[in-house]
């Protein structure tokens, strides 16, 4: 058996992805001691609503934070995509802007946008642009740790995110819920981890099995949509692939029918699919019929087993799963997990185009 996936990884992982990985139940502490220590300040009165502006490895928090509270939030949570805000964030709304670097174009725009509108703001940031153009303004940045790629600082983000939810009084504290988190989350890392020989690795197993194929992540909309999106993210990002993730039950409705021709395509597709303890009925069921249905087509199907533990923390599980996933698929196609030649390259090229 191939060595690829056991540890030294040297010059593979510029980055240290994995070290990063490895990491996360202590981000997730240290960012609980730093909310607690500087926790929100929010201008009054309550919002009618809190729209998210963000991008990236930065939106992808407010997803989860999203899908976790979607029964629970007496109030709207919308996260915006783009370079202006919808007519429904008004003044009576709370803006929170997100951006790792604090340079994100988009981002930079919506907090303009919100500004000029006088929409109360509130920031998420590591410092740049944003966290100077909050010091000039008088709004509250929140600080977030740097030198990392955002999508390695998910939850230094998500655990403030959802810190902000509790100081709305739209959430319970999740504080305690957060320490549970991370204690699962160091455990499963004794198996999920580098140093896990591949032997006795669910994780490193799986990417085996993914290796040279197209990925598609199938899930429940409700429990494990954001999550879903989050494999495709890292997917897309430190294993440099075009990955695809699609939920129940709406692809029922209309991406199934995709299956209907089997052919090279079909054989060449591996589905993953993601399962939660709260997964209604009919949701399981659906899925469960939707990858057989794959699978009779041609297609390999992989299961994620559902996790334990709150709602919290079997999200933070799946998604670890996944980017030890997604780091396992790079180092065996020698892909570099860390750098992002090419949205660092689109970047340069939308600068020149703007010049």
């Known amino acids: 058996m191939s060595a690829a996936l056991e540890p030294p990884?040297?010059?593979?992982?510029?980055?240290?992805?994995?070290?990063?990985?490895?990491?996360?139940?202590?981000?997730?502490?240290?960012?609980?001691?730093?909310?607690?220590?500087?926790?929100?300040?929010?201008?009054?009165?309550?919002?009618?609503?809190?729209?998210?502006?963000?991008?990236?490895?930065?939106?992808?928090?407010?997803?989860?934070?999203?899908?976790?509270?979607?029964?629970?939030?007496?109030?709207?949570?919308?996260?915006?995509r783009d370079y202006r805000w919808p007519a429904c964030v008004t003044r009576d709304a709370l803006a929170l802007l997100c951006s790792y670097s604090g340079g994100t174009e988009e981002t930079l725009s919506l907090y303009a946008e919100a500004a000029r509108l006088r929409i109360p703001r509130v920031a998420l940031s590591t410092g740049g642009a944003l966290a100077a153009a909050c010091a000039r303004d008088g709004v509250h940045c929140a600080g977030l740790p740097g030198g990392s790629p955002p999508r390695a600082a998910l939850f230094a983000a998500l655990v403030p995110l959802t810190a902000l939810l509790h100081t709305l009084e739209w959430t319970d504290d999740p504080a305690p819920a957060w320490r549970d988190a991370a204690a699962r989350l160091r455990a499963r890392r004794?198996?999920?981890?580098?140093?896990?020989?591949?032997?006795?690795?669910p994780a490193k197993q799986m990417a085996r099995a993914l290796e040279g194929r197209l990925v598609f992540v199938y899930a429940g909309a409700a429990r494990m949509g954001a999550v879903a999106t989050r494999w495709r993210q890292q997917l897309n990002e430190n294993a440099k692939l075009l990955g695809h993730s699609a939920l129940v039950p709406e692809l029922n409705h209309n991406e199934i029918v995709g299956w209907?021709?089997?052919?090279?395509?079909?054989?060449?597709?591996?589905?993953?699919?993601?399962?939660?303890?709260?997964?209604?009925?009919?949701?399981?069921?659906?899925?469960?019929?939707?990858?057989e249905y794959a699978l009779r087509q041609g297609a390999a199907v992989h299961e994620v087993p559902a996790a334990e533990g709150g709602r919290l923390a079997r999200v933070a599980a799946q998604v670890q799963w996944g980017d030890y996933v997604s780091l396992y698929l790079a180092l065996l196609s020698g892909a570099d997990p860390t750098p992002i030649v090419s949205i660092d390259e689109f970047k340069r090229r939308l600068a020149d185009s703007g010049a």
């Open 260 to 291: 209907e021709r089997p052919g090279d395509v079909h054989r060449r597709v591996s589905v993953v699919v993601l399962r939660d303890a709260e997964d209604a009925p009919e949701v399981a069921r659906r899925l469960t019929l939707t990858a």
């Open 190 to 201: 004794d198996a999920l981890g580098p140093r896990v020989p591949e032997a006795r690795n």
């Open 9 to 80: 990884f040297g010059v593979r992982d510029s980055g240290d992805m994995a070290a990063r990985i490895d990491a996360v139940p202590e981000q997730i502490e240290e960012a609980l001691a730093r909310i607690t220590g500087a926790p929100w300040r929010l201008p009054a009165p309550a919002p009618s609503l809190l729209a998210v502006g963000a991008m990236g490895g930065s939106a992808i928090g407010a997803e989860l934070a999203s899908m976790v509270y979607a029964d629970r939030m007496p109030k709207p949570l919308l996260i915006v």
